[in-house]
């Protein structure tokens, strides 16, 4: 009787209001801690680095609690300023926590320089994905009088003819000279005809 009497008491009731009121305090502040140390709620939208140098790069990350990995420079695009981030990942506009590392790309200094392959007497169709996949661009394209149709005759290089092995700096633009596929020799028998010498007639007085 003296324990049920006790569990229905004030001072058991008294004592589970302080026991659920001390219970909820713990769970708040932990929750508090929780939300404190993983930043929850708490995130950094990614700026634009496009263009920018690496210093200038490392100046506006810090500004926003970020950090920045340079993980290697990329073959030379002429839209963008010499050394100068190119690519940048997570992308602009994303939402990261507070010291999330961007990773960046830097443009080179300049192009570099390809060699020019043996293309001669390769088609049209072959030599310009050739040229695009070493980073060259086409350029003017010039017919001449040649049996073989688009079939390539001469690679230029502002004016002046290339020859495999030669070196261009990527980007360049080559110009081809392609047959017209029309024939380019003179009839056998015009040209005897037109060259023939006539018979000379002898001297009556002879």
């Known amino acids: 009787m003296r324990i049920h009497k006790y ?7 008294i004592q589970i209001l302080i026991a659920f009121a001390i219970i909820a305090v713990l769970a708040y502040l932990f929750m508090h801690w929780l939300t404190f140390t993983t930043d929850h709620g708490h995130e950094i939208e990614v700026p634009n680095l496009a263009k920018l140098t690496e210093e200038q790069v490392e100046e506006k990350l810090d500004e926003l609690d970020l950090d920045y990995v340079l993980l290697d420079s990329v073959d030379y695009r002429s839209q963008f300023p010499k050394y ?15 010291g999330r590392k961007i990773y960046i790309k830097i443009n080179s200094s300049g ?3 390809v060699k020019i392959p043996d293309l001669i007497e390769k088609t049209y169709r072959e030599a310009v994905p050739t040229l695009k996949a070493l980073g060259l661009e086409e350029g003017t ?14 690679l230029r290089y502002k004016g002046r003819n290339l020859k495999a092995g030669d070196r261009v700096l990527k980007a360049s633009k080559i110009d081809l ?24 007639t002898p001297n009556d007085e002879q």
Request: proline share 6%.
């Open 7 to 13: 569990f229905t008491s004030k001072v058991f009731l």
């Open 84 to 98: 100068s981030v190119v690519e940048q990942d997570p992308l602009p506009g994303t939402k990261v926590k507070v």
């Open 111 to 113: 192009f570099s320089s």
């Open 141 to 154: 394209i010039t017919y001449i009088p040649n049996l073989g149709k688009d079939m390539v005759l001469e």
């Open 177 to 200: 000279v392609l047959g017209d596929g029309k024939a380019s020799y003179v009839d056998e028998s015009e040209a005897t005809d037109s060259t023939a010498v006539p018979n000379e």
